[in-house]
């Protein structure tokens, strides 16, 4: 069974300053994961992916997360926080051998708040 | 190219009433899937087409859910008899089983309310 636990439902930090979003994950299998973002009244937008290549993975709008499988971890960062940067963020965790079909398993989502 | 598409944006309906949401998946795109969003709640989901094969609808939450996808394109997510606890935001998502593609493209959701 896959899981993900994303640490602090909302984050708060000033313009300019790191952004850390943290998620741990559950899986039985070498894992597939994800970050998704959702800005207001929109669906969700990839961010970025992890998929057995490089353990540090490079999104879009300067966002990038590492695997670290010790940890069983796969944290979001970005190392300067802009307005636009406000949004709800997912992690989410796949089994890729359920079938050939992607069953993802998404966290309950960290609200980030960026304060100018 | 257009993206996934759901009708309608948004949707209030009395208890007790059915409703239908409607997905459009990107064109090409052979797997569908349908998640309810709620508040605290995050991403759950509900159910999945591949192709021609039989849906996994194990995460339905009760039998007043169902859904079909008629044709391998457009998918419909029926509620009968709704109770205030369906109200949530249910999203739409669609993706290639090309191999090495494991992204799934959302659509904007469709807000119910149940009144």
């Known amino acids: 069974a896959q899981s993900v636990t994303q640490l602090g439902s909302h984050v708060s930090v000033s313009e300019g300053a790191l952004v850390l979003l943290r998620c741990n994950y559950s899986s039985s299998v070498p894992p597939y994961l994800f970050w998704y973002v959702q800005y207001p009244n929109q669906g969700l937008q990839l961010l970025l992916k992890?998929?057995?290549?490089?353990?540090l993975v490079k999104g879009i709008n300067g966002f990038e997360a590492e695997f670290k499988k010790s940890e069983t971890s796969f944290h979001l960062t970005k190392p300067s926080a802009h307005m636009s940067d406000a949004a709800e963020y997912f992690c989410?965790?796949?089994?890729?051998?359920?079938?050939?079909?992607?069953?993802?398993?998404f966290g309950i989502g960290t609200k980030l708040q960026v304060i100018p | 190219g257009a993206g996934v598409s759901q009708s309608p944006s948004n949707k209030v309906t009395e208890k007790g009433k059915d409703v239908e949401l409607r997905c459009d998946p990107i064109s090409g795109h052979t797997a569908l899937y349908w998640y309810r969003q709620s508040l605290g709640q995050g991403l759950e989901f509900l159910i999945y087409f591949q192709g021609n094969s039989a849906p996994d609808k194990s995460g339905l939450p009760s039998d007043r859910f169902s859904a079909e996808r008629t044709g391998g394109s457009v998918s419909t997510l029926t509620i009968q008899r709704t109770q205030q606890e369906d109200s949530a935001v249910y999203l739409c998502a669609s993706s290639s089983r090309d191999r090495g593609n494991y992204e799934q493209y959302f659509g904007p959701g469709t807000r119910l309310t149940v009144t």
């Open positions: 989410a965790v796949s089994d890729a051998y359920s079938g050939g079909y992607q069953k993802v398993t």
């Open positions: 992890y998929t057995s290549a490089a353990t």
